[in-house]
């Protein structure tokens, strides 16, 4: 019994914590510890219970739910998984809310009779287990280095100071011929404001991300990365030619496939086809892709994320090209799933943490 784990229930609506409260009471891992109606009354809740994970609505009155985020790790630092709705403010206010430390979260669908939904249910439980496992994991700060501290206090300050100029084009320096793929998943969008914003813009390599999402919340995610970032970063596009200097984030209901041209130029093909391991976008899906094209000078990375999306497209791509892999090391993933399953196949190159990852891409570039 003393496993099981304790969950505060945060929602401004009486339906929706019932709702919510329903769906923990019947998974006997867990159990509600208490409620609250806005983020003011759950700081003093989160004081009082003690709970080992938040399920935390964004909008609400008194105190909305990022404003609680800010304010979270001085009272406790807890996981938190955000109710989030399938809006454009909506997948705006998430990525903001992943940025402050939460763990993931749960897209609230159109009809909030439909939370209720077998799907929902098992996402939610699967994903409020998985935060309250991990402890204070999600909420933990990392350190860069001193220059890539100041590079990054550098753009968020340009960021704020032009805005109007954020989701420009900044650089590019022509057709790419190297490529480097990314894989990610629980932890992700965190974890690739480690990376993205510290690969300067005049690399000689394009990049292609897999971000397990839903549709509409990679757009915002991407646009974000791309304020903070000297290289482009943009929602992929059916037909997007890979580029130098520019990331390409595969959107939340389309697999990414890398095809190429009879010139060696790489493009983006967007497939609406099943899911693949559960996922789509998948990240084995762009890994096996990549193995069909001629030879290019090829770096794999796979970072925090549950399951093993990405290691059998790796293994396909190891075996038929020269690639360099890389896999987050576990003390700095939030969830140390899809790195794990990589380095355990035995193909991995380096075991890199997070903070250093941009660093060793940076370093193979220069010498592939």
Not at 49 to 55: H, K, N, T
Not at 182 to 196: D, K, W
Not at 343 to 365: A, F, H, M, N, Q
Request: with cysteine; aromatic share 4%; charged share 25%.
């Amino acid at each position: 019994m003393g496993n099981i784990k304790k969950v505060l229930v945060v929602d401004d609506s009486a339906f929706m914590r019932r709702v919510i409260g329903d769906i923990i009471k019947d998974d006997p891992r867990c159990e509600v510890v208490g409620t609250a109606s806005n983020g003011k009354e759950a700081l003093e809740r989160v004081k009082e219970l003690q709970p080992d994970v938040i399920s935390l609505d964004i909008q609400m009155p008194v105190m909305d739910g990022l404003s609680m985020l800010k304010q979270l790790n001085g009272v406790r630092p807890t996981p938190v998984v955000m109710m989030s709705t399938l809006t454009k403010e909506g997948a705006t206010e998430t990525i903001e809310a992943l940025e402050l430390g939460a763990f993931d979260f749960v897209a609230k669908p159109d009809n909030i009779f439909k939370v209720n939904s077998e799907e929902i249910r098992a996402e939610l439980m699967e994903k409020l287990y998985l935060a309250a496992q991990s402890g204070s994991k999600s909420t933990r700060k990392f350190k860069p280095s001193i220059s890539k501290t100041m590079h990054h206090r550098t753009r968020l300050t340009d960021v704020r100071r032009s805005s109007s100029t954020a989701g420009g084009e900044k650089s590019s320096s022509g057709v790419a011929k190297k490529l480097v793929a990314i894989g990610t998943s629980t932890g992700g969008p965190r974890a690739l404001q480690y990376v993205l914003p510290y690969l300067p813009g005049d690399m000689d390599a394009g990049v292609v991300v897999v971000q397990h999402m839903p549709p509409g919340f990679t757009k915002s995610l991407a646009e974000r990365l791309n304020q903070l970032s000297d290289i482009n970063v943009k929602e992929a596009e059916d037909g997007d030619r890979i580029d130098n200097g520019w990331a390409y984030i595969a959107p939340g209901d389309r697999h990414l496939n890398v095809k190429e041209r009879s010139d060696g130029t790489m493009y983006i093909e967007l497939t609406d086809g099943p899911t693949v391991g559960g996922h789509k976008p998948a990240v084995n899906v762009m890994m096996t892709s990549i193995a069909k094209i001629r030879q290019k000078k090829l770096i794999g990375v796979i970072m925090t994320g549950m399951g093993a999306d990405g290691t059998d497209g790796l293994k396909e791509l190891h075996s038929k090209k020269d690639i360099h892999i890389i896999a987050q090391d576990e003390a700095s993933c939030v969830v140390y799933g899809m790195p794990k399953a990589l380095v355990e196949s035995g193909i991995t190159d380096e075991i890199v943490p997070l903070d250093r990852i941009s660093e060793s891409i940076t370093k193979k570039l220069e010498v592939l």
